[in-house]
């Protein structure tokens, strides 16, 4: 088997990734950048991050992991969370967050030496026609790198 390798890879082929793979969420609108992690020539996974979702966490020194989908390729997770906070460094950001919905396990995040903050109840909702959110009423965990 070949060995991971973090790659560039641009927002459309993100997005494409992310509605391909991802478990429940559509790909996002925007992002600062994305990479992604292949085997060999093969892209397995991708991580998108973007700024913050909640407005209050958004002071331009935190940036927020809003997507990462993997084939299911054993690790390809881990080294995109971790690849994803040396890019946010590189790049000067002070913090790098993402969110985890109840009955995940948080393995790859564990593995990248994420830490948790926060357990999260679920929302009220905001969900509307015009724009399905999907995670209303889903308990969250806020992580942090470390």
Known sequence: MSQLCIVPVSFTQAQAFVADWHRHHRPPRGHKFSLGVACGAVLVGVAMVGRPVARHLDDGATLEVVRVATD???????????????????????????????????????????????????????????????TEHTPRTLWEAA
């Open 72 to 134: 299911g390729t054993r690790n390809a997770g881990s080294a995109l969370y971790a690849a994803a906070w040396r890019a946010a460094k590189a790049l000067g950001y002070r913090r790098l967050i993402t969110y985890t919905q109840a009955g995940e396990s948080g393995a790859s995040l564990r593995g990248a030496n994420w830490r948790v903050l926060a357990h999260r109840p679920p929302r009220p909702g905001w969900d509307r026609p015009s724009r399905p959110r999907g």
